[in-house]
């Protein structure tokens, strides 16, 4: 494989000296993109553009001709797994995932086998080999997955929820049904993983949308614990290259320290905390990806310059910070904000990796 020309990412995940403060954008091939509008009607629907290799491809590299991305990120979507367990994933417009089925009961759990990810799940390691071919090293690829908890939330509930009424229910009245679920996705997800990164993906990340409405005793027991179980059961290392592992929990900001602890490389925030005060809770253990509002990319560019810098200025001095929104970017957003927005981060970040901040921060990295 080509080595990597621009490995500013990786280098920051992993706390080792970079130029600039590399960034990327979650959801950054989506809706707001004029391009991935035409190719999405060209696949008629979201779950084929998913479905069809050369078209997720094509979303993928999308952002990277507009943009000064330091990553890709494979498209596809977290819901791919429950879909390959059987449940019949489909989107209505407007009304966001839904499935066909729902688990609600042990017997319904018992169905559920570990999907194998080279068979149910082809499409999405065709997706990740070529993808890697197409970037031809311009910059690393990312891979992904839900956490157990998310996943099954969306499977228990049938589709999105406000209410949590039914997983709630589920990890109160039946917690052994709960955590036979929850062990299941935990296997097919640590496969799932190893998979993509078997094809090609560089680095992965845990998307643990829902952990953060449980009380802390449940977030450990129901969503924590299982994401423990896959950072162990992970492929670190290929070729000689450490594949980082980054856990994100929306809304987690209280339980950082717990998180690091599961030997992860990276943590994902939210917009919750400033995140110097996250480097100061942890910065010693894990690197730190994030963690201005989405919602700042629909004020001025003056604006966006602004909230740049105070996220910069938060973090500090050396490397450790990959530049993130805290969630998705919404699909009403400007792709000219989005320009003054990657632009300013490695402009403005500059001066936190030079020789002379590093010394006077006392740090090495
Ligand atoms: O970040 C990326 O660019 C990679 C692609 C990606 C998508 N979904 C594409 C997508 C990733 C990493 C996801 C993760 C995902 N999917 C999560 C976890 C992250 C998060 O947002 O908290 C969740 C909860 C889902 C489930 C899901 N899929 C939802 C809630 C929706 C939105 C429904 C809607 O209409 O707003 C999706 C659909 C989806 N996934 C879209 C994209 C670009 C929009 C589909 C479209 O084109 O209509």
Request: hydrophobic share 45%; charged share 20%; net charge negative.
């Amino acid at each position: 494989m080509t080595p990597l020309k621009n490995d500013r990412f990786i280098r920051a995940l992993l706390r080792q000296p970079v130029d600039m403060t590399p960034v990327w954008m979650m959801r950054q091939a989506g809706r707001y993109l004029p391009e991935y509008r035409a190719t999405r009607a060209r696949a008629g629907n979201f779950m084929t553009l998913c479905q069809t290799p050369e078209l997720a491809c094509e979303v993928t590299l999308q952002p990277l001709a507009r943009y000064a991305l330091d990553a890709a990120i494979l498209f596809s979507d977290i819901l791919t797994v429950p879909d390959a367990m059987g449940l019949g994933l489909y989107f209505s417009e407007g009304e966001g995932p839904q499935f066909e089925k729902v688990v609600r009961c042990a017997a319904d759990v018992e169905a559920l086998g570990v999907p194998d990810p080279q068979q149910e799940l082809r499409y999405v390691m065709d997706a990740v080999s070529l993808i890697r071919r197409e970037l031809d090293g311009r910059v690393p690829l990312i891979g992904f997955s839900g956490s157990p908890f998310t996943l099954a939330t969306y499977m228990v509930e049938g589709g999105s929820t406000k209410t949590f009424q039914h997983i709630k229910g589920l990890l109160f009245d039946q917690p052994e049904v709960a955590h036979q679920l929850l062990d299941v996705l935990a296997k097919s997800v640590t496969q799932y993983l190893n998979a993509q990164i078997a094809a090609g993906a560089q680095a992965v990340m845990i998307f643990d949308t829902w952990g953060g409405v449980l009380s802390t005793r449940d977030y450990l027991a129901f969503s924590l614990h299982y994401m423990q179980q896959i950072v162990d059961g992970l492929t670190r290392e290929v070729d000689g290259q450490r594949v980082p592992v980054i856990l994100f929990t929306k809304t987690g900001a209280l339980w950082l320290e717990q998180m690091a602890a599961t030997g992860c490389d990276a943590l994902g925030l939210d917009w919750m905390l400033p995140i110097g005060v996250a480097r100061q809770r942890v910065g010693q253990q894990v690197a730190l990806q994030g963690n201005m509002d989405p919602c700042v990319l629909y004020a001025s560019p003056e604006r966006i310059k602004e909230e740049v810098s105070t996220v910069l200025a938060s973090y500090g001095a050396g490397s450790g910070h990959v530049f993130n929104l805290g969630h998705g970017i919404h699909p009403q957003i400007d792709p000219d904000n989005v320009q003054v927005f990657i632009d300013s981060v490695h402009e403005y970040s500059r001066p936190y990796h030079s020789a002379e901040a590093l010394s006077n921060a006392g740090v090495l990295a």
